[in-house]
């Protein structure tokens, strides 16, 4: 059920709502490449501070089964903060980005958590079949409150609502309130398995100690060493198309609604193919599955170079939404196959600051591209090497076969 409750803010806020808002709303009076800018630098601070800590949180978990703890803690942060963006006024472009950045550190340390429990709620040979049912879960239930949201937008009047202004306020305020009532049934239903290694004094230096050693070890996990390269650059690309989206249309004069309709259209389709994506990497494995998916991921950015109407883009994040969620749940899934046993959570820690140098990866080349040229369609250009890069890496890591 986290999937489905964290979902909301990957899906609503971080695609959709904060991307739109800040550039009609909050900065209303500013261009279009001081917004993306703005968007890729606050994304950039919050991948820093989780990269930083990630692998700390992870250690520190282990060592006292504190990961369900840790995990309210941060999306409690997340939760609150996300409403708080509803109350903030026109022109407030900077409360605004504080106010996301704690938000955004809020969501991505809690999937640290989040992740880590994966092994223990399944067995190996189920873990791409429930990492990606999570993951399509997750679109479900953001695509039902992304429709509501795209209501709310159309006809404010039937919520009791006065402006469109207010409409957007209360989705933020919404995603809130679900994120934390569906974090709920983790918190009391999950069971946690407590690491072997024992809590003691001095928790916090031994964390680092242990972070250091955890360091020098991942060199010796060759394929896990290999996986983190090749997953560093193809989720970079993945997730910069996912925040930079709705900019990209914004960008081309497509309309805030058709936009929030695509998005919320994209989400449906995503309900069922990750489902389906589950099923074919139990028979296939997780690694075609990948490749699949990034084969689709180049493709659209070519055919997102040429296309010029609104149809072309629904199309287009249909088919993105096909496979968006299946490179994600299939990664995590053999990310934790290929890690050793006892320490999840430090290194899932390692697994999601790869992930957020990867976000910072992505909006600094679109940062660039911005400043050298006002067409948007060369960000899609700059994407692809990583796309091709994470492939060619991803051969490289060699999977035991798991038993069904």
């Not at 309900?271 to 599955?289: N, S, V, W």
């Amino acid at each position: 059920m986290y999937d489905w409750a964290n979902s909301a803010f990957a899906l609503s806020v971080l695609a959709v709502l904060f991307p739109l808002v800040l550039r009609n709303h909050w900065s209303a009076a500013d261009s279009a490449v001081q917004v993306t800018s703005r968007l890729a630098w606050i994304t950039f601070a919050a991948s820093v501070v989780v990269c930083v800590t990630a692998p700390l949180f992870g250690t520190i978990a282990d060592a006292g089964g504190y990961r369900k703890k840790f995990l309210f803690v941060l999306a409690t942060l997340g939760a609150v903060m996300t409403a708080a963006l509803g109350f903030v006024e026109a022109g407030q472009w900077q409360l605004a980005l504080g106010v996301y950045l704690l938000a955004s550190i809020g969501y991505y340390s809690s999937t640290v958590f989040y992740d880590s429990l994966l092994i223990d709620v399944t067995e190996p040979r189920y873990y791409s079949f429930v990492s990606t049912l999570g993951f399509s879960f997750g679109y479900l239930g953001g695509a039902l409150l992304l429709a509501l949201h795209l209501w709310m937008v159309k006809s404010p009047s039937t919520f009791g609502l006065e402006s469109v202004t207010d409409a957007f306020n209360w989705a933020f305020i919404s995603v809130g309130a679900w994120w934390l009532v569906f974090l709920l049934p983790l918190l009391f239903l999950v069971s946690e398995r407590h690491s072997p290694i024992e809590v003691r004094s001095g928790a916090i230096r031994a964390a680092y100690d242990e972070l250091k050693s955890t360091l020098r070890e991942v060199g010796k996990y060759r394929n896990v060493s290999i996986f983190l390269a090749a997953y560093w650059l193809y989720i970079g690309g993945v997730f910069t198309i996912i925040v930079m989206a709705v900019d990209y249309g914004k960008r081309l004069g497509f309309a805030d609604q058709d936009l929030v309709f695509a998005l919320l259209v994209t989400n449906l389709a995503g309900f069922p193919a990750t489902i389906l994506y589950g099923f074919a990497a139990q028979r296939f494995g997780p690694k075609a599955g990948i490749y699949f998916a990034l084969a689709i991921y180049v493709g659209a950015c070519f055919w997102g170079m040429v296309m010029t109407t609104f149809n072309e883009f629904m199309v287009m994040a249909i088919i993105i939404g096909c496979v968006q969620g299946g490179v994600q749940g299939l990664s995590r899934s053999l990310y934790a196959s290929l890690i050793p046993p006892g320490q999840p959570g430090e290194f899932f820690g390692f697994y999601n600051m790869m992930t957020k140098f990867a976000h910072v990866l992505g909006p600094a080349m679109v940062g660039i591209v911005t400043m050298l040229s006002d067409n948007p369609k060369w960000v899609l250009l700059v994407l692809m090497p990583l796309f091709f890069c994470g492939a060619f890496l991803l051969t490289l890591v060699r999977v035991k076969p798991v038993s069904v």
